[in-house]
């Protein structure tokens, strides 16, 4: 299996398991031709939250992401991850 392959199926894991986790406005993942940084990239809109909840955290370290930083809106919080 290529490396490609393997982080998208990273990335798609982590999204679902978010999406299980907590309250979602939205979860998509981008390919590194559609997404600012290049890399496989997870981009969620968390409902409700606070910052990034640790389940979220948690998600994103299982599946080997790393959290970008990114602004909060009002009672959303934006997360973006890449590998």
């Known amino acids: 299996m290529s490396?490609?392959?393997e982080k998208?199926?990273?990335v798609?894991?982590?999204a679902r398991?978010?999406?299980e986790e907590v309250a979602t406005e939205s979860?998509?993942?981008l390919a590194p031709s559609a997404?600012?940084?290049g890399a496989w990239t997870l981009d969620a809109v968390l409902r409700d939250a606070d910052g990034v909840p640790p389940e979220v955290l948690r998600e994103l370290a299982l599946a080997g992401?790393?959290?970008q930083p990114t602004p909060s809106q009002a009672e959303y919080q934006h997360v973006?991850?890449?590998v």
Do not use: H, K, M, P
């Open 3 to 5: 490396c490609t392959v």
């Open 8 to 10: 998208r199926r990273r």
């Open 12 to 14: 798609r894991r982590a």
């Open 17 to 19: 398991a978010i999406q």
């Open 27 to 29: 979860v998509d993942v």
């Open 35 to 37: 997404s600012q940084y």
């Open 65 to 67: 992401l790393t959290l």
């Open 80 to 82: 973006a991850a890449t």
